[in-house]
């Protein structure tokens, strides 16, 4: 694949599912954003926040038609709250019939990422996710979202390793709106509304 911004040549990241220009670093893509295997619905509406990578408007989206993300259109990471991507995963690991995927090794060099967090701007903390997979994710302590890049979700829950068992439920749910603390201490708070209590809605 060439890069439609520069026309350089692009590599293929078989583990993530997207191409990437050697040049300028431009994300290529094969499958259509609403890939059954890792599907986002863009909405209207836009968090007026940037990706950390591309350093565009992220837009909001459904990510597996009802977890909210704010959502790149050029590199396809999302922020998502951590409460609901625990219980993505869950649902996700759960019910994949598929096979799973053969283990890659963890990606040095993304353990040396750093990114700052869209919505509150600290410096994230980049780490392997701790569940399935050799997924390295990066997640704000201050304001409790996680960045996570295009298809990373989708090989966690195609990772081999136990399973949640059949109608089970995540060890931790979707963290209650109530729990965030005061308006006043909320650090996504945008023109008067929450951005985690929007990922949560
Ligand atoms: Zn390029
Ligand atoms: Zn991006
Ligand atoms: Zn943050």
């Known amino acids: 694949m060439q890069c439609l911004d520069c026309q350089q040549e692009m590599r293929w990241n078989p583990h993530r599912n997207h191409h990437r220009c050697l040049s300028c670093n431009k994300f290529g893509f094969e499958t259509a954003v609403d890939d059954p295997a890792e599907p986002?619905?863009?909405s209207?509406?836009?968090?007026g926040v940037a990706c950390p990578r591309?350093?565009?408007?992220?837009?909001?989206?459904?990510?597996?038609?009802?977890w909210r993300v704010c959502f790149c259109d050029e590199c396809r990471g999302y922020v998502i709250e951590k409460g609901c991507l625990a219980t993505v995963i869950h649902e996700k690991r759960m019910t994949y019939q598929g096979e799973d995927a053969v283990p890659t090794p963890m990606n040095q060099v993304e353990l040396k990422d750093r990114l700052q967090c869209p919505a509150c701007l600290e410096t994230m903390e980049t780490h392997p996710y701790h569940g399935p997979g050799t997924v390295v994710i990066n997640s704000c302590n201050g304001?409790?979202?996680a960045w996570l890049?295009?298809?990373e979700l989708a090989a966690i829950i195609r990772a081999p390793g136990r399973r949640p068992p059949r109608g089970s439920s995540p060890i931790v749910p979707a963290r209650p709106v109530v729990d965030f603390g005061g308006r006043e201490r909320d650090p996504l708070m945008r023109n008067g509304l929450s951005l985690l209590n929007l990922l949560l809605g």
């Open 44 to 47: 209207d509406g836009s968090p």
């Open 149 to 151: 890049d295009y298809w």
């Open 143 to 145: 304001c409790g979202v």
């Open 40 to 42: 986002f619905e863009v």
């Open 54 to 66: 591309c350093h565009v408007g992220l837009q909001f989206a459904n990510l597996h038609g009802k």
